[in-house]
């Protein structure tokens, strides 16, 4: 299984990033892809999650402001993040568990995925 991010970088406060997660090597019938985010200093949260039934969920923190969506074969995975804020920079990771379907008003948890990108830098300048 590989997960690689991409379109992290430098915005300014109100500024737009589209985030990309390329996946491959699984063959899980039923499955559900996160996107969490790692700020210094502080714990792994969970941002949105998107199924293989098309179930998207986005926690207090991106609701409103992110986008989670899918290529039509469902290898691509995108968070388009909108309003930016300095407290929205992070690492932000993509990560996979075999198990479908994303719960409502319950933020994705880390230990729940067995497999994760690398990450990618988001840094929003006040």
């Known amino acids: 299984v590989q997960l690689v991010e991409s379109g992290g970088g430098l915005v300014q406060t109100g500024g737009s990033l589209r985030l990309s997660c390329a996946a491959s090597?699984?063959?899980?019938?039923?499955?559900?892809i996160s996107w969490f985010r790692q700020a210094p200093g502080k714990e792994r949260e969970g941002v949105s999650c998107f199924s293989s039934s098309g179930t998207t969920y986005y926690s207090d923190s991106g609701k409103g402001r992110f986008t989670i969506s899918s290529d039509n074969a469902k290898t691509t995975l995108y968070l388009e993040m909108n309003s930016l804020q300095p407290e929205d920079t992070a690492v932000y990771y993509c990560?996979?568990?075999?198990?479908?379907?994303?719960?409502?008003?319950?933020?994705?948890?880390?230990?729940?995925?067995?497999?994760w990108g690398q990450g990618t830098q988001v840094t929003v300048s006040s």
């Open positions: 090597g699984f063959t899980f019938a039923e499955w559900a």
């Open positions: 990560a996979v568990r075999s198990w479908f379907d994303c719960l409502p008003n319950y933020d994705p948890q880390v230990d729940e995925y067995d497999y």
